[in-house]
């Protein structure tokens, strides 16, 4: 079986997800990629979370053809595949429908940066895709998912801003492996809602000011990041 340690990665993402309160239904989906091999590993469609085994997950290219696995993919590898191929720093994508979250996608807003928990995490707001074309749903709709979040970073860096909105549908969010985008969905949710709160506390809230926003970013992460115990690297 291929990569092993990939799929029990990915798996354990996906669990983290619904643990964490993220997963409506079966909405909800992780995958991570090797990309030595050039190879996606994605969780199947339709198979219960509880049931789930790492022989279950499905290692596609990165064009989203099947590689080995017996079920079908998730049906949103479309839009995975095209992120992994855009976002050469990215090692997993996670996808849910996450209450608030999703609330500002229907909202068709982006998510300004009010505070420091939103800071930590993502470096400026949370970009909202374009409205689909009626021919881009007809046509090959996932992939399509995958170009407007794709030209919705046009001027951002994906691994400052590691999610979006996708316009009346849900998040989607990113990181340097599976567990990093499972933890960014999460903490997208949680920005979302306190964003929610904040607007209705004060419809005027202003965002974060840009010193206090980069502070509390760059503390964490690159080149002179220092918050958390000092990381090995290699
Ligand atoms: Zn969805």
């Not at 964490?20 to 990309?35: K, P």
């Not at 049931?51 to 997950?57: R, S």
């Not at 949370?126 to 007809?138: F, Q």
């Amino acid at each position: 079986m291929l990569l092993l340690k990939l799929r029990e990665v990915v798996l354990e993402a996906n669990l983290e997800l619904v643990q964490r309160g993220l997963v409506l239904s079966t909405f909800g989906n992780t995958s991570g990629v090797a990309r030595d091999e050039g190879l996606i590993v994605i969780k199947p469609s339709g198979v219960p979370y509880e049931e789930m085994k790492p022989e279950h997950l499905v290692v596609t290219d990165l064009r989203g053809k099947i590689v080995e696995g017996t079920l079908r993919p998730s049906s949103d590898l479309p839009t995975h595949a095209a992120l992994y191929r855009a976002f050469p720093a990215i090692g997993g994508v996670a996808h849910t429908h996450s209450e608030y979250a999703t609330a500002w996608a229907q909202a068709r807003k982006p998510i300004p940066c009010f505070g420091t928990t939103h800071a930590d995490y993502f470096r400026g707001p949370i970009p909202l895709t374009n409205a689909m074309s009626d021919e881009e749903i007809n046509g090959e709709y996932e992939a399509n998912t995958g170009a407007a979040i794709i030209s919705a970073f046009e001027k951002i860096d994906p691994m400052a801003v590691p999610a979006v909105l996708v316009a009346n549908h849900g998040p989607f969010a990113w990181g340097t492996d599976p567990a990093k985008a499972s933890e960014n969905a999460w903490m997208l949710e949680a920005a979302a809602r306190i964003a929610y709160f904040t607007v209705n506390i004060n419809p005027h809230a202003g965002s974060i000011g840009k010193t206090l926003h980069d502070r509390h970013f760059l503390r964490k992460h690159g080149e002179r990041a220092y918050y958390g115990q000092a990381r090995t690297k290699g």
